[in-house]
């Protein structure tokens, strides 16, 4: 049977696009970026916040004519949008073949099957703990940076996070399937890995834990670079700092969401820190770990955050200044606990939007800074491919996660180089190739 053309729409987290990866190599399908010319149409959906879920409908909307001129392709839709609202998709909208929620990926080739055999449309969201780590992601020839899923589902409980809800309990993956997996990519040719989870560094499996996850990786040889993300702040243990220490592969940087500089607005929100423990992990990262780099996520306008809440937030940037943050508007979630608040306890849109405006203002100017604090300096950078903007340059990023554009040649895409930092911009840094 000639391959299937696959066109696929991926909206969220690095776990969506881990996923739509897997949904194409589940397929055995090629890519096409043409929705007309492809046999089946699948919006991988994000379920994150309302707009997330508004445009996965709008995205959906778009292929009705296309279905109406070829009944024959077969449209999808997949993801946590998809987990979330389940059998009444289809009923909203009939021109969906299939419904697929983020675990039962490990079934797509059959319902596909039975789509064209029988004709029948299928809501699949149930799924089979044996298969929830099935099927490896497709892999593009020439990255030289790739995923790893360690771990899906989560077991924390924020009180405005849909995604436990979506994406069920936590589960583990096997070490030596972990490391099977990401030994495969290597012989690829990738050069760093980024192992994925909700709350990655809570990842533990027959009595080890995450610190040995980054020791067995960092043995894979030629391996240049390990990195890690989503971790929980609760979740940072010595065994994982020591771990960072010790493999040299493991990049000085970490993703850890603070969400709020509020004591009262943690605790509401069930994330089981105060903002005085948080800062002492971040200087005990700092202390231990050289030149480290933090990255983080921000809410603003959580039901209850008054203006003092949201000024300890802005006093918290100042203090831990962060190397980047992503901020976002709150936004009630069907079913999670803090979408029971209504009325006078609710932050109205407008302050809300004024929140965030001048949170990601404060932190641009912090970013720029320390973007420009790096003028001088020598870096290592892992070269991922040609510059987006001019063709005698290269692209790649700092051990500390920034990225970084200097002259060079291609030939250079999947090598580590040394380059002298020359300038700051607000998203990226400019150097010279140190030869
Ligand atoms: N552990 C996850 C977090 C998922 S959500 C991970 O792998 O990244 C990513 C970020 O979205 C969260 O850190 C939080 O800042 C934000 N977020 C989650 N639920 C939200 C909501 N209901 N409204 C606004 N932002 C939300
Ligand atoms: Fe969501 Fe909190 Fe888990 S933000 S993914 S419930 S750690």
Redesign the pocket.
């Known amino acids: 049977m000639p391959k299937k053309n696959l066109y696929i729409e991926t909206y969220g987290c690095q776990m969506n696009e881990y996923d739509s990866d897997r949904i194409t190599a589940a397929l055995d399908a090629v890519v096409t970026d043409d929705p007309k010319r492809a046999d089946v149409i699948i919006v991988n959906t994000c379920a994150i916040r309302d707009k997330a879920d508004q445009k996965a409908f709008s995205s959906l909307g778009k292929y009705k004519h296309i279905k109406a001129k070829n009944p024959d392709v077969i449209v999808g839709v997949a993801g946590c949008v998809a987990q979330l609202y389940g059998d009444s998709m289809l009923k909203r909208m009939p021109h969906l073949d299939f419904v697929l929620g983020p675990r039962a990926i490990p079934k797509l080739p059959e319902i596909i099957s039975d789509i064209e055999r029988k004709k029948i449309r299928t809501v699949e969201t149930s799924y089979d703990i044996e298969e929830l780590f099935d099927v490896e992601p497709y892999h593009k020839a020439g990255e030289v940076t790739g995923f790893v899923s360690v771990q899906q589902g ?5 009180t ?5 809800y979506v ?1 069920g309990d936590e589960v583990n993956r096997a070490l030596e399937d972990i490391i099977t997996e990401t030994e495969n990519l290597v012989n690829k040719g990738v050069r760093e890995i980024t192992f994925i989870g ?2 990655v560094n809570s990842w533990k499996q027959k009595g080890y834990k995450f610190g040995d996850l980054l020791r067995a990786a960092g043995d894979i040889e030629d391996l240049e670079r390990i990195r890690f993300t ?1 971790s ?1 702040p609760r979740d940072i243990t010595k065994r994982m700092i020591d771990a960072m220490k010790d493999v040299p592969q493991i990049c000085p940087h970490i993703h850890l ?1 603070v ?1 709020s500089g509020s004591n009262d607005v943690l605790s509401k929100m069930n ?1 089981t820190y105060s903002r005085e423990w948080f800062v002492d992990t971040v200087n005990r990262l700092r202390d231990e770990i050289a030149d480290f780099a933090i990255s983080t ?1 921000i809410i603003v306008g959580f039901p209850g955050e008054t203006d003092k809440d949201f000024e300890e937030t802005m006093t918290l940037l100042e203090e831990i200044r962060f190397e980047s943050a992503f901020s976002f508007i709150y936004s009630p979630r069907p079913g999670t606990p803090a979408a029971e608040i209504s009325g006078d306890e609710c932050v109205e849109k407008e302050v809300a939007s004024t929140r965030l405006a001048q949170l990601q203002q404060r932190q641009s100017d912090i970013t720029f800074e320390n973007n420009n604090n790096r003028v001088g300096t020598i870096e290592e950078v892992l070269v991922e491919g040609p510059s987006k903007k001019n063709e005698n340059f290269v692209t790649g990023r700092t051990t500390q996660n920034r990225i970084t554009n200097f002259m060079g040649p291609q030939a250079l895409i999947g090598s580590v180089v040394k380059v002298k930092i020359t300038e700051g911009l607000q998203n990226s840094i400019r150097g010279e190739l140190v030869v």
């Open positions: 989560c077991n924390k409980r924020c405005y996070c849909i995604v436990p994406r909700q709350t989503t929980y969401p969400q994330r996520d």
